[in-house]
């Protein structure tokens, strides 16, 4: 059964003639655990592998694969296959050999023991060097706690971690385009190792985001990295962005060595990675012109269906026919008070479930081109959020592409829309409600707003509203409000021509306006009157809250009520918050505009042609 004398063709051979889909007994399994900077584990297993001639220790199972070993799929005694594999030299004569995918042929428990009779081989002897003798040399065994002894082996390791018990720390001095140059597995990187150089392809890399806190201001960019071993996220700032950002180029090949590893902090980052590579001064990245067959970006993919069982901020990897997509938006984000873009469009996959995800920035402003096209997206660590039952929020780490159709899944995915999922019965995970204050894609009327008792949760309900300001109450629409920029409180006036505001504990010699206007809403189907705040109010007044208070103050009453007269019977689109309250003892709706803009009727009919379409499937 075992392919004998493979692991010496692996370790003699270049990696072009090395057996393909070899088997192999598995005769020791290792636990390794290193600690990260924050004290946390991180598991990796080290194997002993036969062919039944040979037996080699060296060998490492890619940490995709450690959920095999913790359900006992693979374990000492079982027959392997491996299906995709590395060989990578870690120093001048040292090699490892890397598990990246593996069929198990038979389990340890259908193989009565050891398969031959396999004697431990010295890699160091197709070179003509004489053998390491040290702990970490390439003749050095396992211990016999690691070797089989008729069931399941394992332990942890102990002192530096991988690094050093499985790889050394050694590494020669190569001049630059040689292609022998020794070259360690991304995947066998840790804090405890400096040096090291690792070959990688970069997979995306981010804008240049600027950042400011107490401690003073600065600027970020981060890249993603692939080998043949795995993947991990490099990060450089202020002096590494003038430094490396212009050379580091998606889609190429770089020799990179001399950064600092850091816990990853999995917040920001859905790599298979346990660690995050910092960039320099020190650091040298050399561009790599010898001939590599690096895979590409990897991917993990969830299906739509199962982000339930994923909690809110987790990050994931999502591949989905985008079946619907909204305008583009502009709103103030609260943390920084300036105006973003944003864009939400509608995922389908085959689990017949969809989600909504949210554009932001360039992203949402350059998805013009796809619209109506229905095109693949594939979004590498996108944010599951819970707003409107789930989300996806596409972040500045996100790696997003459009119809990446060398991959397999995506292929896959676009034949099963065109033949079956485009007339499938869908269910949205996202639901019809959602928070915030840009326009969304939940239309409503009145009356379904009514009909599905709307805001009797315990949060607000928040929906979107074509209508027309039937009427606006002018008795009591301003107030004198706190004029400091933070605090729109209403002041007392003290009567010494001084106001104060309770809130701040202050008194100011002025004040400013802040509208509060009660409007009276229509559509086809009935009428509400909706709230609306210093922002809407200005839209639909077409005038600010200190010209309006500047006519009242002069005693303009005509030119004060034409202000009111020329609102009315206009049309806008409305963002409406609805929420059940009680007062008096009584409870009735309340509703309140959070945002409003213009009609656009360009996209409103296009909207009520989607619409229709959506009704004639029915």
């Given at each position: 059964?075992?392919?004998?004398?493979?692991i010496?063709?692996?370790?003699?051979?270049?990696?072009?003639?090395?057996?393909?889909?070899?088997?192999?007994?598995?005769l020791g399994?290792k636990?390794?655990?290193?600690?990260?900077n924050?004290?946390a584990?991180?598991?990796?297993?080290?194997?002993?592998?036969?062919?039944?001639?040979?037996?080699?220790?060296?060998?490492?199972?890619?940490?995709?694969l450690?959920?095999?070993?913790?359900?006992?799929?693979?374990?000492?005694?079982?027959?392997?296959?491996?299906?995709?594999?590395v060989?990578?030299?870690?120093?001048?004569?040292?090699?490892?050999?890397?598990?990246l995918?593996?069929?198990?042929?038979?389990?340890?428990?259908?193989?009565?023991?050891?398969?031959?009779d396999?004697?431990?081989?010295?890699?160091?002897?197709?070179s003509?060097?004489?053998?390491?003798?040290?702990?970490?040399?390439?003749?050095?065994c396992?211990?016999?706690?690691?070797?089989?002894?008729?069931?399941?082996?394992?332990?942890?390791?102990?002192?530096?971690?991988?690094?050093?018990?499985?790889?050394?720390?050694h590494?020669?001095?190569?001049?630059?385009?040689d292609?022998?140059?020794?070259?360690?597995p991304?995947?066998?990187?840790?804090?405890?190792?400096?040096?090291?150089?690792?070959?990688?392809?970069?997979?995306?890399?981010?804008?240049?985001?600027?950042?400011?806190?107490?401690?003073?201001?600065?600027?970020?960019?981060?890249?993603?990295?692939?080998?043949?071993s795995?993947?991990?996220?490099?990060?450089?700032?202020?002096?590494?962005?003038?430094?490396?950002y212009?050379?580091?180029?998606?889609?190429?090949?770089?020799?990179?060595?001399?950064?600092s590893?850091?816990?990853?902090n999995?917040?920001?980052?859905?790599?298979?990675?346990?660690?995050?590579?910092?960039?320099?001064?020190?650091?040298?990245i050399?561009?790599?012109?010898?001939?590599?067959?690096?895979?590409?970006i990897?991917?993990?993919?969830?299906?739509?269906?199962?982000?339930?069982?994923?909690?809110a901020?987790?990050?994931?990897?999502?591949?989905?026919?985008?079946?619907?997509?909204?305008?583009?938006?502009?709103?103030t984000?609260?943390?920084?008070?300036?105006?973003?873009s944003?864009?939400?469009?509608?995922?389908?996959d085959?689990?017949?479930?969809?989600?909504?995800?949210?554009?932001?920035?360039?992203?949402?402003?350059?998805?013009?081109?796809?619209?109506?096209?229905?095109?693949?997206?594939?979004l590498?660590g996108?944010?599951?959020?819970?707003?409107?039952?789930?989300?996806?929020?596409?972040?500045?780490?996100?790696?997003?592409?459009v119809?990446?159709?060398?991959v397999k899944?995506?292929y896959?995915?676009?034949?099963?829309?065109?033949?079956?999922?485009?007339?499938?019965?869908?269910e949205?995970?996202?639901?019809?409600?959602?928070?915030?204050?840009?326009?969304?894609?939940?239309?409503?009327?009145?009356?379904q707003?009514?009909?599905?008792?709307l805001g009797?949760?315990?949060?607000?309900?928040?929906?979107t509203?074509?209508?027309?300001?039937?009427?606006?109450?002018?008795?009591?629409?301003?107030?004198?409000a706190?004029?400091?920029?933070?605090?729109?409180?209403?002041?007392?006036?003290?009567?010494?021509?001084?106001?104060?505001?309770?809130?701040?504990?202050?008194?100011?010699?002025?004040?400013k306006?802040?509208?509060?206007?009660?409007?009276?809403?229509?559509?086809?189907?009935?009428?509400?009157w909706?709230?609306?705040?210093?922002?809407?109010a200005?839209?639909?007044?077409?005038?600010?809250?200190?010209?309006?208070?500047?006519?009242?103050?002069?005693?303009?009453?005509?030119?004060?009520?034409?202000?009111?007269?020329?609102?009315?019977?206009?049309?806008?689109?409305?963002?409406?918050r609805?929420?059940?309250?009680?007062?008096?003892?009584?409870?009735?709706?309340?509703?309140?505009?959070?945002?409003?803009?213009?009609?656009?009727?360009?996209?409103?009919?296009?909207?009520l042609?989607?619409?229709?379409?959506?009704?004639?499937m029915?």
């Amino acid at each position: 059964m075992l392919s004998e004398g493979a692991i010496q063709d692996i370790l003699s051979k270049p990696a072009e003639q090395h057996p393909q889909k070899p088997v192999f007994q598995i005769l020791g399994i290792k636990k390794i655990q290193t600690k990260g900077n924050d004290g946390a584990g991180n598991d990796r297993y080290r194997l002993v592998l036969s062919d039944g001639i040979n037996l080699y220790t060296s060998a490492m199972l890619g940490t995709q694969l450690n959920d095999l070993v913790t359900s006992n799929q693979i374990d000492a005694k079982a027959v392997v296959q491996l299906d995709k594999y590395v060989c990578n030299t870690i120093q001048e004569t040292r090699k490892v050999l890397i598990v990246l995918e593996v069929t198990v042929i038979k389990p340890g428990s259908e193989v009565p023991g050891r398969i031959g009779d396999p004697k431990n081989i010295n890699e160091n002897s197709s070179s003509g060097r004489q053998p390491q003798r040290n702990g970490t040399g390439a003749s050095h065994c396992m211990s016999g706690s690691m070797m089989m002894s008729g069931g399941p082996v394992g332990g942890a390791s102990r002192g530096a971690g991988l690094a050093s018990a499985t790889y050394g720390s050694h590494q020669p001095q190569v001049s630059k385009g040689d292609s022998t140059r020794p070259v360690h597995p991304i995947m066998s990187l840790t804090p405890y190792q400096n040096r090291w150089t690792i070959r990688a392809r970069v997979t995306s890399k981010s804008n240049i985001r600027t950042w400011s806190n107490s401690k003073g201001e600065g600027r970020v960019f981060n890249v993603d990295l692939v080998d043949e071993s795995g993947e991990i996220r490099a990060t450089g700032f202020n002096d590494a962005v003038d430094k490396f950002y212009e050379l580091l180029e998606v889609n190429k090949v770089f020799y990179i060595s001399k950064c600092s590893l850091r816990t990853a902090n999995k917040q920001y980052s859905s790599l298979k990675n346990d660690y995050e590579m910092y960039l320099n001064n020190d650091s040298i990245i050399e561009l790599c012109s010898d001939p590599c067959n690096l895979p590409t970006i990897q991917y993990n993919f969830v299906q739509i269906g199962d982000l339930g069982n994923f909690n809110a901020d987790s990050l994931v990897d999502v591949l989905g026919i985008v079946i619907s997509c909204d305008d583009v938006t502009q709103i103030t984000t609260r943390t920084t008070n300036r105006q973003v873009s944003k864009r939400d469009i509608t995922l389908l996959d085959r689990s017949e479930k969809s989600v909504r995800a949210t554009l932001w920035g360039d992203d949402a402003e350059k998805f013009d081109e796809h619209v109506g096209k229905n095109p693949v997206l594939a979004l590498k660590g996108a944010r599951v959020s819970e707003f409107g039952g789930r989300s996806l929020s596409i972040l500045n780490s996100t790696n997003m592409r459009v119809n990446p159709m060398e991959v397999k899944e995506a292929y896959n995915l676009r034949g099963w829309y065109d033949n079956v999922g485009k007339n499938s019965n869908i269910e949205s995970l996202s639901g019809q409600r959602s928070e915030g204050g840009a326009m969304g894609s939940n239309y409503m009327t009145f009356l379904q707003i009514k009909d599905e008792n709307l805001g009797m949760g315990e949060k607000a309900d928040y929906v979107t509203v074509k209508a027309t300001v039937v009427y606006i109450k002018k008795d009591n629409c301003m107030y004198k409000a706190c004029p400091s920029a933070e605090c729109n409180k209403k002041v007392i006036e003290e009567g010494d021509g001084a106001y104060r505001c309770e809130k701040c504990n202050k008194t100011y010699p002025d004040f400013k306006y802040r509208l509060m206007l009660l409007t009276n809403l229509a559509d086809f189907t009935g009428n509400q009157w909706v709230t609306c705040f210093q922002e809407t109010a200005q839209v639909l007044l077409n005038t600010t809250a200190d010209n309006l208070g500047q006519l009242k103050d002069s005693g303009d009453e005509q030119g004060f009520d034409q202000i009111f007269l020329h609102s009315n019977f206009k049309t806008y689109t409305f963002r409406i918050r609805a929420k059940m309250e009680t007062y008096n003892d009584e409870t009735r709706l309340k509703c309140t505009s959070v945002n409003v803009a213009p009609l656009d009727y360009k996209q409103e009919s296009k909207r009520l042609i989607a619409e229709i379409k959506k009704l004639r499937m029915l």
